[in-house]
């Protein structure tokens, strides 16, 4: 009886990391056969990204400590591609109600749902400093996946700057690969993370895992500088970058030479579809961004819609995994199947702890919002624009746009080719310091599509 | 406490309210305008920017010649220029029988002003080599351009309000009604605004205000389709559009200086008026896709960037309500731009405060008088 609605039910999943797949293997295991979206052209999302086709580096190569978790994922993955309808290559441009807009290799093509899941994962968090749109400039991800993919480094003398477990991942990274890493700059000072340590003990394991990291740092005698605050990325528009200049925790100017900065702030969710899902969004003070408004299964405020993983709230892949298979037993739920209860708290009880956990580093590494407002006019804030913090700063003074879309539309900040991923939060709180309120007044970009670029050459598969 | 009384009320903080609120604080009326959320924020500051005369009504341009002057003069008048281009602009035809159509366009008294010049055959793809082998003939309007629509009510707006113009944002008005000689506007938070004279400027909602004055127009809503692509070396300077009668034929775009290619037109979407939003609809982008590669086939190589709509208000004519209420003394209206008021913003300010202050006009706008419906509805009931 069940199986005859159930083929009836499409069931679509977008986004094959952690989140999205744990999520598609729960589906499975109670008789759907649910499509299975991503862009990659392999699954594994953001953090267990499987190599291309031909490359042989091991897991312990790639994944370091995360090796076992992620074998455990691809072979997971692997035995359930028979049994999903997996389309790989396949960017979501757009949706409309119940129907997703879909590109892959040119062609456009639908796929109509009755329930989506967007497991869409997050990408980086970044605040603009003086010369960042200086070639050499990174992202702690770039730089990452410049590493993991293809196994280059950015440059010869790397710096690490920003704040974040990510900092120390992705500089140790590097360390271990032989890149020559010049410092590791923290904007957090030492005291939070003492403070947050409390937080932090619900996953003592994860702890221990990054006090490791910083002890290879300090072992291989890498600068770690703890509190400072960003002052400018040096360099010449044609060469590009040859240093960073900071104010140590002492309040000393530091310099340090180098070719290439890979900066960032923990992540930010990537919540553009459930934005134009029409999908309510919620302000979260810990980490003083907007998240997806889902109640702690994963169901968004739009019947039919769910999100799970780190684009629906950032706790990392362990969780990543967990809610994918939480949220797909509040479908089956939903769907008035029949759900083993004891497996529902098992989730929500192992996120209980990660949620613990991502406090702990919301405050120990805090994003670093003062730095908006001390931002100097010339420092450009929006890169795909070219607009920099002064010009923005005058749309509040001299226009009156106390509102993100507002200043977007007057001084195009945001309007860019990364639609404001890089630079929407931190022109919010350029906005809202300028107009002196708090960021959540402000408001928060609405989402546009197309998610990424579309090709002008897209055209539409002919039935 | 404020007072809340002024010569004029002015319902709808659009480019047309706007603008009408300068130019009555130039006539020395006093003003209070009344917008519901943001200045600017509907169809006057999303729209594709064309600021076109040619193609228009022929009995519309007089009006748009008007406005166009104001273009011309935006820096001193307002002290902002919204980056309005003349760059010329063309229309362009994929059959040999529509050139004669445009010929005889360009041929008729009212459009001397506007210098057109049709191209065909070689000469056109000498001119515009860029277009695609399909286009078989043009007419080109040196003085027509392009502007920035994001720029455009705000500015004026704030140069109202250098003029002492009283503007209330986020003030909606929910009834409007004339006692014992004044109009008593109340908004929906309970506030009351009088005026002696009211003018409507509230777009695509302006028939729910005129219809509480007993003038109901038949008004429909609709989404105009945008895309923008990435920014490529400038070097499109001409607005470029199709002429057709085919719908999903429509297409047209333009280069601003930074590099992005503006492009609209296809299918429109029904806005969800409920929640004031007009969607996208991905087959319209698709067949702008398709359209534009016809059009300007070197565009293949770009991509699209941001993907938009607005809410427009249209009427069965394509024909604004513009003009004096049959009904009302006192009562004025400016709505229903039919996807085309944008060139008209400044010129519909102007001609409006000068019927408001002086009671007539130097422009014609008979055919856009509200009469045209009150006249088909009392045939309609005649008939009945
Ligand atoms: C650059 C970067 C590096 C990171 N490195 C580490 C690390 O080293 N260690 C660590 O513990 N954590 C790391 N993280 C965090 C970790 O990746 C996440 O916690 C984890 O991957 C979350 O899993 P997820 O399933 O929610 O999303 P993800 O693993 O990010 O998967 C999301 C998937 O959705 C797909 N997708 C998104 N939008 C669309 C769309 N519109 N159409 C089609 N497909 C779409 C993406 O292609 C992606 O494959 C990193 C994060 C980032 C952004
Ligand atoms: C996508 C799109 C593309 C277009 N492209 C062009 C173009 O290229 N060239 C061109 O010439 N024209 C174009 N147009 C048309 C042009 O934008 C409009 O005709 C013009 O902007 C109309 O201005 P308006 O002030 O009448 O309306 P609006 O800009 O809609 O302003 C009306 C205002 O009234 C307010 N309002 C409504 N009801 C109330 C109330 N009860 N109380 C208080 N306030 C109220 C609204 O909030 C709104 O701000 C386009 C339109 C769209 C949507």
């Known amino acids: 009886m069940a199986t005859a609605r159930l083929s009836n039910h499409r069931v679509v999943i977008v986004g094959a990391g952690p989140a999205g797949i ?18 990659n052209r392999r699954d594994g999302g953001q953090i267990y990204r499987r190599q291309p086709e031909g490359f042989t580096r091991n897991y312990a190569t790639l994944y370091g400590t995360e090796a ?84 280059v480094s950015i440059g010869h003398r790397v710096v690490f700057m920003g704040s974040g477990p990510l900092l120390y991942l992705v500089a140790s990274q590097y360390l271990k690969a032989g890149a020559n890493v010049a410092a590791v700059l923290d904007t957090a000072p030492l005291g939070l993370r003492i403070k947050a340590l409390p937080k932090l003990m619900a996953r003592p394991g994860l702890l221990f895992t990054g006090m490791k990291l910083l002890a290879q740092l300090y072992r291989a005698k890498i600068p770690v500088h703890l509190g400072i605050s960003p002052l400018q990325v040096l360099g010449e528009a044609v060469s590009g970058v040859s240093g960073v200049r900071v104010r140590t925790a002492a309040g000393e100017t530091l310099t340090v030479d180098c070719d290439a900065v890979a900066l960032g702030y923990h992540l930010r969710p990537e919540t553009q579809l459930a934005d134009l899902a029409g999908c309510a969004l919620r302000f979260d003070e810990a980490s003083g961004q907007w998240w997806l408004d889902t109640d702690e299964e994963g169901r968004t405020s739009v019947s039919g819609v769910y999100a799970a993983g780190d684009g629906a709230k950032i706790r990392g892949a362990d969780a990543a995994e967990h809610a994918g298979r939480l949220v797909a037993l509040a479908l089956l739920s939903d769907l008035q199947q029949p759900v083993d209860a004891t497996q529902v708290t098992a989730q929500r009880q192992a996120l209980k702890v990660m949620d613990q956990f991502r406090l702990g580093l919301a405050q120990a590494f805090p994003w670093p919002a003062a730095q908006a407002k001390a931002l100097p006019d010339e420092a450009i804030v929006c890169r795909c624009e070219m607009i920099s913090a002064g010009e923005l700063r005058r749309t ?32 919010a709180e350029v906005i809202a310091a300028a107009a002196g309120v708090h960021v959540q007044e402000v408001g928060r970009q609405r989402g546009q599509a197309p998610v990424k670029p579309l090709s002008m050459l897209t055209r539409e598969v002919t039935p | 406490m404020t007072l809340n009384k002024a010569d004029v009320v002015i319902v709808g903080g659009g480019l047309m309210g706007s603008a009408a609120a300068f130019f009555l604080r130039q006539r020395g009326q006093s003003v209070i305008l009344l917008e519901r959320d943001q200045i600017g924020q509907y169809a006057s ?13 022929l009995g519309q341009l007089e009006l748009a010649n008007r406005s166009w002057a104001l273009w011309k003069r935006l820096p001193e ?11 010329g602009h063309m229309r362009v035809c994929y059959r040999e029988d529509e050139i004669a159509e445009l010929e005889a366009y360009a041929a008729a008294p009212e459009a001397q002003q506007l210098d057109l010049k049709i191209y065909r055959g070689s000469e056109l793809h000498a001119r515009f080599p860029f277009l695609g082998k399909d286009v078989k003939g043009g007419s ?14 705000p500015a004026f707006a704030r140069a109202a309000r250098r003029l002492g113009a009283r503007i209330e944002e986020r003030t909606e008005v929910a009834e409007v009604q004339k ?10 938070d309970g506030r009351q605004f009088s005026a002696a004279q009211l003018l409507i400027t509230a777009g695509a909602w302006g028939q729910k205000l005129s219809a509480q004055f007993g003038e109901p127009v038949p008004l429909e809503t609709n989404g105009p389709q945008m895309a923008v692509t990435e920014p490529v070396p400038y070097a499109l300077p001409t607005v470029i559009g199709v002429y057709t009668k085919i719908p999903e034929e429509v297409i047209y775009f333009r280069q601003i200086p930074r590099g992005n290619i503006v492009i609209g037109g296809g299918y429109r979407s029904k806005p969800d008026m409920l929640n004031r939003r007009a969607y996208v609809e991905p087959r319209s982008i698709l067949n702008q896709l398709d359209q534009m ?20 208000g249209y009427l069965p004519d394509s024909l604004p309500v513009m003009g004096p209420s049959g009904n009302v003394d006192g009562l004025y209206y400016a709505f229903g731009f039919c996807g085309h008021g944008f060139q008209l913003g400044p010129g519909v300010g102007d001609v409006m405060a000068e019927l408001i202050s002086t009671g007539s006009t130097s422009t014609s706008i008979e055919p856009f008088s509200i009469r045209r419906f009150a006249s088909t509805a009392e045939q309609r009931s005649k008939a009945s």
Request: aromatic residues 8%.
């Open chain 1, 22 to 39: 744990r999520c598609a293997q729960t589906l499975v295991a109670a008789g759907f056969k649910p499509v299975l979206i991503d862009e």
């Open chain 1, 68 to 151: 076992d978790k992620a074998r455990d994922l691809h072979e997971s993955f692997d035995r359930l591609r028979p049994q999903i309808d997996y389309r790989p290559d396949t960017l979501v441009w757009n949706l409309t109600p119940g129907q997703l807009c879909c590109v892959s290799q040119g062609l456009h093509s639908t796929v109509d749902y009755d329930a989506l899941i967007l497991c869409t994962g997050a990408t980086d968090r970044l605040m603009p400093i003086e010369g960042w749109q200086l070639g050499g400039t990174y992202s702690l991800g770039g730089a990452q996946i410049a590493l993991k993919a293809q196994a």
């Open chain 1, 396 to 427: 509040v003074s001299e226009k009156g746009a106390c509102e993100v879309n507002r200043a977007k539309a007057f001084s195009r900040v945001g309007m860019g080719r990364c639609q404001g991923r890089y630079c929407s939060q931190a022109g």
């Open chain 2, 45 to 57: 500051g999303v729209n594709f920017g064309n600021v076109r005369r040619q193609g228009r009504f």
């Open chain 2, 77 to 87: 008048l307002i002290d902002d220029d919204l980056e309005f281009i003349a760059s």
């Open chain 2, 140 to 153: 080109y309007a040196p003085h027509d351009g392009h502007a920035n629509p994001r720029l455009a009510a």
């Open chain 2, 179 to 188: 006692v014992n000689g004044d109009f008593s506007v109340t908004t929906t």
């Open chain 2, 293 to 312: 590669r016809r059009l300007l086939p070197g565009v293949g190589n770009l991509n699209i960037i941001r993907v938009w709509s607005g809410i427009e």
